[in-house]
């Protein structure tokens, strides 16, 4: 048998970790999972799970993650939904089928996800957002299938409100409520008539300064849609840390019709943000397989830049989670830079320096 490199062999351990941790998560629950036990699990020494994750809770996160991209490769829906409240409907049944039961053997796996995220700033703030961009998201796609009804991102965040109640009282109350009514709630949001308003203009705005740089992106991938990312083409790119991902939305409003918008998601602590954005992204993808036609998804893409590539392509060299920078891109060059609040607004926008 051929010997493995050594990028082999640490992906294969990375492997076994990520099995054996699964196996103690279940079973066990975060809390009183052990380190030395998955290990043990693993057939590895304990500093061998240490050189693959920094800690239990990104190895925890981490695990979430792999099962969230199994979940998002599932074939995608053949029926999804024609309508604001169809999507809306398929996206809550495919959320309340996979609710697991209290006999389930995984049923403890996701439990502790919210407590681990509420006990710290750390990844409370990150969560906050990554959960603001799937209700963007979702809700540009919700108004591409009805353009009458205005912007309807606050009837995403409220299908995703009650969504997530309703996970969290099959966690702590098995039984309680009617999947059945959960999914006709979530059918009825778009009809409630929901306040809703995007401005012409943010609060705040950039000026975007003329450069005249090489476009050089590095290869990529598209968390959104699970493929390569198409960076050759003219567009904005959005260097966005895990504080500031809302703001993509002011990218993808602002730039004209046939401009690609790119994000590219940084932190300033990827060993522990980068498995809970992983997590965040496979589940939207998973959500808008199961429930939008590919015609509808929004004109974004979305890559996990953990090691900062795209961005130092982009001009960014240090990057952090306050990041906000975007670029506009033609014909091959930087043209357009524009940096802090409301960067992507003036960057898609056109907003130059007076």
């Known amino acids: 048998m051929a010997r493995l490199t050594r990028a082999e062999a640490q992906e ?25 036990v998955i290990a043990e699990r693993a057939e590895l020494t304990r500093g061998a799970v240490y050189s693959n994750f920094p800690g239990k809770r990104a190895l925890y996160f981490a695990v979430l993650a792999a099962a969230a991209e199994r979940t998002s490769a599932e074939p995608r829906n053949q029926d999804p939904g024609l309508s604001a409240a169809e999507a809306l409907g398929a996206l809550a049944g495919a959320w309340v ?3 697991p039961l209290a006999t389930d053997p995984g049923a403890r796996l996701g439990a502790d996800l919210m407590p681990e995220i509420l006990a710290d700033e750390l990844t409370r703030r990150p969560y906050a957002q990554l959960m603001r961009f799937e209700a963007i998201t979702l809700g540009l796609a919700l108004e591409r299938l009805a353009p009458r009804d205005g912007r309807l991102v606050r009837v995403a965040e409220a299908a995703l409100t009650t969504l997530h109640g309703a996970s969290r009282l099959a966690a702590v109350a098995p039984g309680f409520g009617e999947p059945f009514n959960v999914v006709r709630v ?40 699970d493929s390569a990312a198409r960076l050759d083409g003219d567009g904005v790119v959005a260097v966005l840390g895990l504080h500031r991902l809302s703001a993509a939305e002011e990218a993808i409003r602002a730039a004209p019709e046939g401009d690609a918008v790119t994000v590219a998601v940084v932190t300033g602590e990827p060993a522990e943000l980068s498995p809970l954005t992983h997590l965040a992204l496979a589940e ?5 397989r199961q429930a939008f036609p590919a015609s509808t998804w929004p004109r974004v893409q979305v890559v996990r830049d953990d090691t900062g590539a795209l961005a130092a392509a982009a001009g960014v060299t240090a990057v ?15 043209v357009l830079r524009a940096e802090g609040f409301g960067a992507c607004h003036a960057a898609a926008a056109g ?3 007076p």
């Open 320 to 334: 952090s989670d306050a990041t906000e920078t975007a670029v506009r891109v033609r014909g091959g060059r930087i």
């Open 351 to 353: 907003v130059r320096l």
């Open 284 to 288: 939207l993808r998973g959500h808008l």
């Open 186 to 225: 979530c059918e009825s949001l778009p009809g409630l008539g929901l306040p809703d308003e995007w401005p012409s203009e943010p609060p705040i705005v950039a000026r975007a300064r003329p450069v005249d740089e090489r476009w050089e992106p590095p290869p990529a991938g598209d968390s959104l849609r």
């Open 12 to 36: 294969r351990n990375r492997a076994k970790v990520l099995e054996a941790a699964r196996d103690e998560f279940a079973e066990r629950g975060f809390r009183d999972a052990k380190i030395d």
């Open 97 to 99: 089928a996979r609710l």
